[in-house]
């Protein structure tokens, strides 16, 4: 494994600039209101959501088995990361054409279907990335690494969110959503240009002739073989689950406490969350481990919908939003590494892409599921099951058993 500082600046540089790109990019705020200005229905807002949620998990497994046979990763990950980027670009070079010359139902359904192509590219991410960071970086220095240049990232992030709203405001539309997506793709090129330069040794490959539906089978097999893969995955499905009702506090607030501006608070604690968090836990991974960690994450959230649940005030209210969100950053920062920790090395990509699939599936049905809880039942009952999948994802952590350091 080389340990350059070549390769540690790439491995903490990448998070922040991703972090940045993708802010204008937020299908929370920047694709809504994109659809919205050209008066798009809540099914297209609603289709857009489901672009990303399929996009995250669909490709995974097709593309592990691909990543299994390469010798040198980094570099097929950089084309594939600037097909995906530059094709989203010429979308928004070619924004005012459309707009101009087709009526705004055609321009809706080319955003859709270029945002459609860029979400596939994202659920190659998992199986390509672990398996080079796995290489680059030692087991013990990723977490560190990953937190602090997530930590960074969030810090420009009140920068970027400010020159967002700069796009917005000063130009008009369609031009500034030209700026705003352009900008982002050009600060993900260069993200994707890290990936060249990389300092990659050769890993041995795995040829075989197996058909897809084999290799599929076998890749599910896994959970039945691996009993601490299973438990891992098992618990990781239940966390995913648990933090679906994140996105929920604020429309809760909003509902039960009048005379605050919502929007600016909560988008206030996330951040200062993610700096704060992903510094302090990256450094954790470090000290504690990546389980402990986790465990550490869980405890908080835990802690968080209770305070949530007993204490009816804003204030107990986004306490439980913080700690949650604590909770989320644990798990970005750890569930990579546990999956590389138990895995056998020839089949990293095939656990990262069953983990990401399953849990990924499950927490989108999820999504589908908290609204009619809401709407029939309500946000309290909500937020106590969230406690219970994360108290069953904190059981099953524990019956996790690390295998390997290396």
Same mark, same amino acid.
């Given at each position: 494994?080389?340990?350059?500082?070549?390769?540690?600046?790439? $491995?903490?540089?990448?998070?922040?600039?991703?972090?940045?790109?993708?802010?204008?990019?937020?299908?929370?705020?920047?694709?809504?209101?994109?659809?919205?200005?050209?008066?798009?229905?809540?099914?297209?807002?609603?289709? $857009?959501?489901?672009?990303?949620?399929?996009?995250?998990?669909?490709?995974?497994?097709?593309?592990?088995?691909?990543?299994?046979?390469?010798?040198?990763?980094?570099?097929?990950?950089?084309?594939?990361?600037?097909?995906?980027?530059?094709?989203?670009?010429?979308?928004?070079?070619?924004?005012?054409?459309?707009?101009?010359?087709?009526?705004?139902?055609?321009?809706?359904?080319?955003?859709?279907?270029?945002?459609?192509?860029?979400?596939?590219?994202?659920?190659?991410?998992?199986?390509?990335?672990?398996?080079?960071?796995?290489?680059?970086?030692?087991?013990?220095?990723?977490?560190?690494?990953?937190?602090?240049?997530?930590?960074?990232?969030?810090?420009?992030?009140?920068?970027?969110?400010?020159?967002?709203?700069?796009?917005?405001?000063?130009?008009?539309?369609?031009?500034?959503?030209?700026?705003?997506?352009?900008?982002?793709?050009?600060?993900?090129?260069?993200?994707?240009?890290?990936?060249?330069?990389?300092?990659?040794?050769?890993?041995?490959?795995?040829?075989?002739?197996?058909?897809?539906?084999?290799?599929?089978?076998?890749?599910?097999?896994?959970?039945?073989?691996?009993?601490?893969?299973?438990?891992?995955?098992?618990?990781?499905?239940?966390?995913?689950?648990?933090?679906?009702?994140?996105?929920?506090?604020?429309?809760?607030?909003?509902?039960?406490?009048?005379?605050?501006?919502?929007?600016?608070?909560?988008?206030?604690?996330?951040?200062?969350?993610?700096?704060?968090?992903?510094?302090?836990?990256?450094?954790?991974?470090?000290?504690?481990?990546?389980?402990?960690?986790?465990?550490?994450?869980?405890?908080?959230?835990?802690?968080?919908?209770?305070?949530?649940?007993?204490?009816?005030?804003?204030?107990?209210?986004?306490?439980?939003?913080?700690?949650?969100?604590?909770?989320?950053?644990?798990?970005?920062?750890?569930?990579?590494?546990?999956?590389?920790?138990?895995?056998?090395?020839?089949?990293?990509?095939?656990?990262?892409?069953?983990?990401?699939?399953?849990?990924?599936?499950?927490?989108?049905?999820?999504?589908?599921?908290?609204?009619?809880?809401?709407?029939?039942?309500?946000?309290?009952?909500?937020?106590?099951?969230?406690?219970?999948?994360?108290?069953?994802?904190?059981?099953?952590?524990?019956?996790?058993?690390?295998?390997?350091?290396?």
């Amino acid at each position: 494994m080389k340990r350059s500082g070549k390769n540690r600046f790439i $491995a903490f540089i990448d998070p922040a600039l991703f972090i940045n790109g993708m802010i204008f990019l937020n299908i929370n705020t920047v694709v809504p209101y994109f659809l919205i200005s050209l008066s798009a229905s809540n099914f297209h807002i609603s289709f $857009a959501n489901f672009l990303v949620t399929l996009g995250s998990f669909l490709p995974s497994l097709l593309v592990a088995r691909f990543v299994q046979r390469l010798k040198l990763k980094a570099k097929i990950f950089a084309k594939l990361l600037f097909v995906q980027r530059i094709s989203f670009l010429i979308f928004s070079l070619i924004l005012p054409f459309l707009i101009k010359n087709f009526d705004n139902s055609f321009t809706i359904y080319a955003f859709l279907f270029f945002y459609g192509i860029f979400n596939m590219f994202v659920g190659t991410y998992g199986p390509f990335y672990f398996s080079i960071i796995n290489k680059i970086i030692p087991y013990s220095e990723r977490g560190k690494i990953i937190g602090r240049g997530s930590a960074l990232g969030n810090l420009v992030a009140i920068l970027t969110t400010y020159v967002l709203n700069l796009y917005l405001t000063r130009f008009s539309f369609p031009y500034n959503f030209v700026l705003i997506f352009s900008t982002g793709m050009i600060i993900l090129l260069v993200d994707a240009l890290l990936f060249y330069i990389i300092d990659e040794p050769e890993d041995e490959t795995i040829e075989d002739s197996i058909s897809l539906k084999t290799f599929l089978l076998n890749a599910f097999s896994s959970l039945k073989k691996d009993s601490n893969f299973k438990n891992l995955v098992f618990s990781l499905i239940f966390l995913g689950l648990s933090l679906t009702s994140i996105s929920y506090f604020i429309v809760y607030a909003t509902k039960s406490f009048k005379g605050y501006n919502f929007v600016t608070i909560f988008n206030l604690v996330a951040i200062t969350v993610s700096i704060i968090g992903n510094y302090i836990l990256g450094e954790l991974t470090r000290i504690l481990g990546y389980k402990e960690t986790l465990s550490l994450g869980m405890v908080l959230g835990i802690l968080g919908l209770f305070l949530t649940l007993i204490f009816k005030n804003i204030y107990f209210l986004l306490s439980g939003f913080a700690l949650l969100n604590l909770t989320f950053v644990s798990n970005i920062l750890t569930s990579g590494f546990l999956i590389t920790s138990i895995s056998p090395k020839e089949e990293l990509p095939v656990y990262l892409a069953v983990s990401n699939t399953l849990t990924m599936f499950l927490s989108s049905i999820m999504h589908i599921l908290n609204g009619f809880i809401i709407n029939y039942i309500g946000f309290d009952a909500l937020f106590w099951l969230s406690l219970g999948f994360l108290v069953v994802s904190l059981f099953s952590i524990g019956r996790v058993v690390i295998t390997s350091t290396s």
